[in-house]
């Protein structure tokens, strides 16, 4: 039987000790997280949060960079934590990452095009040179340019956006399931962004590859994502089909996220101001966001919520979930 995630994170967590082995203090960068991707269907799953709640950590273990210290991953039907049954090649294939700065994925001494055909031809894409070059031409025409435009030419010959177009390019080439796009639009010229992020979802239509999309901008996540997840501290604290959690947020935090996402008409670059970083938030064993939390009560500065069922796929961990995200 086919399974039925492509992609499941059950409870991971990863902890990072800070300031030291022997004075310095364990942090929980990422706490329990669970989310999926079912197989069936592609979607684009956005993973929001203001910087530092474990969006990147949570990526690194997606792309077995990081080995998680609880939980597990399973990709395939595969558990990550099945170190025999690993097969490297298979998995870059399968999953490909994007990085937020296309000019630090290139070496500026390297023609761009020789890493398309390194990827195909590494990976078994590609026989040799020739094929290499027809596999790269065909990856460059689905972002919209093409190997005549590209060939030869070094990473300073590009705007940001034209490179974050190329490295996406060079993902497609192993036709991957599941591609992991950590802040892809973060570094590129604001007028550049819906164009990138618009052409996850074309990909996604056309060749079925699910996208997990993370971001600190809501405003490009709105309009193409399926699901979001929202992340807070390290912990998941909202999960849910887009549109509906966007338009009526079930958690506080995610509700002051959505007040500060430019509307139509606003200017772009009106960026929200996040709260300060506060280290000790991350070590709270209550709700930690009480700390901050316009509803909070007692209940929530003395024990962790659970998760609760909102109706419609929605789910949120909070005491008091807002009444109007109820399906
Ligand atoms: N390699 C590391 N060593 C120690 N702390 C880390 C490391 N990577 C990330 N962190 C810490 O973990 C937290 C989450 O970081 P990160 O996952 O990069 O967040 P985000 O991508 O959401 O900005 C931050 O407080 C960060 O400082
Ligand atoms: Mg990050």
């Keep these: 039987m086919a399974d039925k995630y492509l992609l499941e994170v059950k409870g991971v967590t990863k902890n990072f000790r800070i300031g030291g082995m022997l004075r310095g203090k364990k942090m929980t960068a990422v706490d329990q997280v669970s989310l999926s991707i079912d197989a069936d269907k592609p979607v684009i799953l956005s993973v929001v949060g203001e910087s530092g709640c474990g969006k990147s950590t949570l990526c690194k273990m997606i792309l077995r960079l990081h080995t998680p210290d609880g939980g597990d991953i399973i990709l395939n039907g595969k558990s990550y934590s099945d170190t025999k049954g690993y097969d490297a090649q298979q998995f870059k294939l399968d999953v490909q990452p994007i990085f937020q700065n296309p000019y630090e994925s290139f070496s500026p001494r390297k023609a761009v095009d020789t890493y398309l055909y390194n990827t195909a031809l590494k990976l078994g894409i590609a026989k040799n040179q020739k094929e290499a070059e027809e596999k790269a031409d065909e990856a460059l025409k689905s972002v919209g340019m093409s190997l005549a435009v590209v060939k030869g030419k070094y990473t300073a010959q590009f705007s940001?956006?034209?490179?974050?177009?190329?490295s996406i390019a060079r993902a497609l080439i192993t036709r991957p399931k599941l591609i992991i796009a950590d802040e892809p639009v973060a570094a590129i010229d604001a007028s550049?962004?819906?164009?990138i992020v618009n052409l996850f979802k074309e990909l996604k239509d056309k060749y079925g590859i699910s996208f997990i999309y993370i971001t600190h901008d809501l405003s490009t996540a709105y309009y193409v994502s399926d699901y979001i997840a929202t992340l807070y501290r390290g912990g998941l604290i909202e999960y849910g089909p887009a549109k509906e959690l966007m338009d009526a947020p079930g958690h506080p935090y995610t509700q002051l996220l959505m007040e500060a996402v430019p509307r139509v008409g606003d200017k772009w670059n009106q960026e929200f101001v996040m709260p300060d970083m506060e280290t000790k938030e991350y070590a709270l064993t209550c709700c930690k966001f009480a700390p901050r939390c316009p509803y909070a009560t007692d209940v929530c500065r003395q024990g962790k919520p659970d998760k609760t069922d909102l109706?419609?796929?929605?789910?949120?961990?909070?005491?008091?979930?807002?009444?109007?995200?109820?399906a």
């Design 160 to 166: 940001g956006g034209e490179l974050q177009r190329v």
């Design 192 to 195: 550049m962004k819906m164009n």
């Design 311 to 326: 109706g419609g796929g929605r789910s949120v961990y909070c005491f008091h979930p807002l009444q109007s995200a109820n």
